[in-house]
């Protein structure tokens, strides 16, 4: 995936027009198509409904947009920063996640990085899953946290665990569940289910899930493709699921720790060739900071 890939789609998916897209990014139509066509392999998914006449973003265009509007309008402020600080002596570290639920943790860590390594530039990019993986594997990214099982280790790549997740079940505060120790899966059979068809939650966790609503109606299983609305749907009641524990911002949810279920390996992936002193000091903390 590159800029010019994003660009050609956000242009596309403003204007609905390959020729008014073409004109703005100063190339020719079929340099917008050939990008747009690369783009949609290498996510392996149709982001746009073309016809003769019509342009029109399917739901994976849609939720694709945000996230290269986001890239795109990140590194453009990288670059604007960049050039004013040409005379300074910042390091930059280029630190990537899945999803916003990384937030909570990074920022813990990059408040001890501040004081400890002041010359840090931080370059945070939250991309989805398979996205962020190419960045990855291209050397475009110095560090990645994650979840273990997702994110297939070559021999290049070198894995640093920071803690053990346990699977939890999410449900609404006023839930009869509510006050329970600990659930089972069984017990959710007979609820409402609110499953996430995204790469955004771990594979496992999405097992989980998919285990669970196998033995529950389909008129009782809600499907989401992004984390915030699972919640906003356990929220607003329409069913529980199940996720990693995690920090949750809203007190009208409970997580009830999963019953016989095995926690999830998370921390952070780095190449065995990118191992700079910047990286080092940063791994360090990281480490560091988790651990006490």
């Known amino acids: 995936m590159n800029t010019d890939q994003l660009k050609s789609f956000i242009q596309v998916a403003e204007n609905l027009n390959f020729a008014r897209a073409a004109e703005i990014l100063k190339i020719t139509q079929s340099a917008v198509s050939r990008q747009i066509h690369s783009l949609e392999d290498e996510l392996g998914t149709k982001l746009l409904y073309r016809t003769t006449r019509t342009v029109t973003l399917t739901p994976a265009g849609i939720s694709f947009l945000e996230d290269a509007k986001n890239v795109m309008g990140r590194l453009k402020i990288a670059e604007q920063k960049l050039r004013r600080h040409q005379s300074t002596d910042i390091q930059i570290l280029t630190i990537g996640c899945q999803n916003e639920a990384n937030l909570d943790l990074l920022c ?161 992936f780095s190449k065995k060739n990118a191992q700079s002193l910047l990286l080092k000091k940063f791994t360090s903390i990281v480490v560091n900071t988790i651990c006490h």
């Open 108 to 268: 813990k860590i990059l408040k001890s990085c501040r004081e400890q390594i002041p010359e840090l530039y931080p370059f945070l990019k939250v991309i989805p899953h398979r996205s962020i993986l190419n960045l990855f594997y291209h050397d475009e990214l110095d560090l990645l946290f994650g979840f273990q099982n997702d994110i297939p280790i070559k021999n290049d790549t070198l894995y640093k665990e920071l803690f053990q997740i346990p699977l939890c079940c999410i449900i609404p505060s006023t839930h009869p569940y509510a006050a329970s120790p600990e659930l089972t899966k069984e017990e959710l059979y007979s609820e409402n289910i609110v499953i996430c068809n995204s790469y955004v939650i771990p594979s496992k966790v999405a097992e989980v899930q998919n285990q669970i609503s196998q033995h529950i109606p389909p008129e009782s299983t809600y499907v989401c493709e992004n984390l915030q609305v699972l919640l906003t749907l356990v929220r607003a009641g329409y069913g529980c699921s199940v996720l990693p524990q995690m920090n949750f911002i809203h007190t009208d949810i409970r997580a009830i720790p999963l019953k016989d279920s095995e926690p999830l390996s998370y921390g952070f």
